[in-house]
């Protein structure tokens, strides 16, 4: 499996899993030491910076489906009577993916050539 295609893999994973937990009921979500928001900011700073690597020369449409995956799943927690979707949340969150997102594409952009 090439470095590329195991990226891919990896990053749709790491969304699956953030679906998961994001709409699952809030006793099903992962507690950490960590602060919460810290711990959102960190888990969408990951899927982006994988997405990013994982598909370099679509950086547009990593954002979208990043960062629109956000917020459509802050959204969905409106429906659930056990979460709650707040605007802080997202912005947390789009802080998180934004950053992650332009990491991994200046590391795959300042990569040294072969």
Avoid: C, N
């Avoid at 997405?51 to 679509?58: I, K, S, V, W």
């Avoid at 927690?77 to 332009?102: E, N």
């Amino acid at each position: 499996m090439s470095l590329k295609t195991a990226l891919r893999v990896i990053a749709w994973l790491l969304l699956a899993g953030l679906i998961f937990v994001t709409l699952s009921p809030i006793d099903l979500r992962p507690v950490s030491p960590a602060p919460v928001q810290l711990e959102r900011a960190a888990a969408l700073a990951l899927i982006g910076f994988v997405f990013a690597l994982a598909y370099p020369r679509h950086i547009w449409l990593v954002a979208l489906v990043v960062l629109g995956s956000t917020v459509l799943l802050e959204l969905l927690q409106l429906l659930s009577p056990s979460r709650h979707g707040r605007l802080i949340d997202v912005a947390v969150k789009l802080t998180g993916g934004g950053i992650g997102i332009a990491a991994g594409w200046l590391l795959w952009r300042w990569r040294p050539q072969r």
